[in-house]
């Protein structure tokens, strides 16, 4: 059974810093992993996809990477904002209809 | 990215009655759509599985009879909550699956308040 876990659980920065979020995952055998951000009492929104066959993905100042066979993956954050405040999720899925399988997040603090 | 919508945003209603969620995917067809609820400052619970034109899936613990889920067509999903009791009161999401690369989107949740 897939589990993923998130470290840390909560992170609180100084605004202007880099900083990475860790995610990692029991079954190497996926077929995408996807970094959500959600706020207080939002929804989720996707923030970078990376399939299995990818290494990296790179969004503005968010950079994700995938070590598929390690089981793990990163998400860096550039330069980071107030604005950034939020709570950061990782998620495995494979290429069928089961559901993504989640971490408990990282609620991250970007202190201005 | 595509935008997955939910109505109501907001709902309050009288403990008994049935309230229905709308979720929709706006710019794309999506075959598999998911429902989850979520308490404060919990992780989000998959509630169930949404195939269209068949039976939903749910996972264990999760009353089928008591959270109606139909989905109808490509571009929508609707959850009921029947007879609606103070402790579903909670946050629920819902989420489509794209054709391409199996990219997962979420509605902005609809907050359910039962009284």
């Known amino acids: 059974k897939q589990e993923v876990t998130q470290i840390p659980a909560a992170l609180s920065v100084p605004e202007g810093e880099n900083l990475v979020l860790n995610c990692s995952f029991t079954?190497?055998?996926?077929?995408?992993l996807q970094w959500f951000r959600q706020d207080p009492g939002k929804g989720l929104t996707s923030l970078l996809l990376?399939?299995?066959?990818?290494r990296e993905q790179t969004s503005g100042r968010l950079n994700a990477s995938l070590d598929k066979s390690s089981g793990r993956s990163t998400l860096y954050i550039a330069a980071s904002q107030p604005g950034d405040s939020a709570t950061y999720l990782c998620?495995?899925?494979?290429?069928?209809?089961?559901?993504?399988?989640f971490g408990k997040g990282t609620r991250l603090s970007v202190i201005a | 990215g595509a935008v997955v919508s939910q109505h109501p945003s907001r709902v309050i209603c009288k403990s008994g009655t049935s309230v229905k969620i709308e979720c929709r995917s706006l710019?794309?067809?999506?075959?598999?759509m998911f429902w989850y609820r979520q308490f404060p400052k919990k992780s989000l619970m998959l509630m169930a599985t949404?195939?269209?034109?068949?039976?939903?899936?749910?996972e264990q613990g999760v009353e089928k009879d008591k959270f109606l889920i139909n989905h109808a067509s490509l571009t929508l999903s609707t959850l009921t909550v029947t007879s609606a009791h103070p402790e579903d009161s909670s946050f629920y999401i819902c989420?489509?699956?794209?054709?391409?690369?199996?990219?997962?989107?979420f509605g902005p949740g609809t907050r359910l308040t039962v009284l």
């Open positions: 989420s489509a699956r794209g054709f391409l690369h199996n990219e997962q989107f």
């Open positions: 079954d190497s055998a996926i077929y995408n």
């Open positions: 990376i399939q299995s066959s990818q």
């Open positions: 998620a495995v899925g494979d290429s069928g209809n089961t559901p993504l399988v």
């Open positions: 710019d794309f067809q999506a075959t598999t």
């Open positions: 949404s195939n269209e034109g068949s039976k939903a899936t749910y």
